[in-house]
Every structure is written in C-alpha cells, then in structure tokens.
C-alpha cells in the first residue's frame, strides 16, 4: 500500500515561508493529481490546492498569490512554497492523490505541521 510522505512543515513568524514536500511512489506512474489540505485546530479540514497531470493548478482564494504548487515528476514529489505566511495558516498540512481508483484510494499521509507566530 503506499504511503503519502509529507514534510518541510515547522514554526516561522509571520511573513515567513515554508516549502512543503508530499512523496507519494506511484504518483507519476499512474497519473495521479495531488489536493494539499490543511486542518487547524478544532476546524475542519479544508482545501488548499492541487495539481493535475498537465500541471493545471488551483488555490484557495486565502492562499493565492502567496502560495505556489509544484510537482517534480521523476521524484513522485509535489511542493507546496508558502510565502508571506500569516497565523492563519497554522495548521497541520495533508496532501493526497486523486484521479483513477489507485490514486483516490491511497490513505492519508501523516501530515506535517506548520505554526505560524506573531
């Protein structure tokens, strides 16, 4: 089964940035897109962003501008770059596949945390 592999997360002050990476093998091989998520403490997971397999790319309206995704194919590696980080987006950070059955039904990474400080 595989297994989502999230990283980069940590604590920055505001105006920071953080760059995320979400390995997933497969990815490429079976033409995955990738969401990224986040869920911050007591409120529900919501979307931040993805990529499909022709590299179209879609963000939430409080991230645009501020953050940017990536994906480099020959490592099965998306990234999520996050610029002019505010408290808001403290939050534990997901991502997760989607496109044919393989991909839609790989579990949950384990997530990685950022935290964002006045």
């Known amino acids: 089964q595989v297994i989502l592999v999230e990283s980069g997360g940590g604590s920055v002050q505001t105006g920071g940035s953080l760059r995320l990476s979400c390995t997933a093998p497969?990815?490429?091989?079976?033409?995955?897109?990738m969401h990224w998520y986040r869920q911050a403490a007591g409120k529900q997971r919501e979307w931040v962003s993805s990529?499909?397999?022709?590299?179209?790319?879609n963000y939430e309206d409080a991230v645009k501008g501020r953050f940017t995704i990536s994906q480099d194919k020959a490592k099965d590696t998306v990234y999520l770059q996050m610029n002019s980080l505010k408290p808001e987006d403290t939050a534990m950070y997901s991502c997760k596949m989607f496109g044919v059955d393989w991909c839609s039904h790989t579990p949950w990474g384990q997530g990685t945390q950022v935290t964002v400080s006045t």
């Open positions: 497969g990815f490429t091989s079976n033409n995955c897109g």
């Open positions: 990529i499909d397999t022709v590299d179209t790319k």
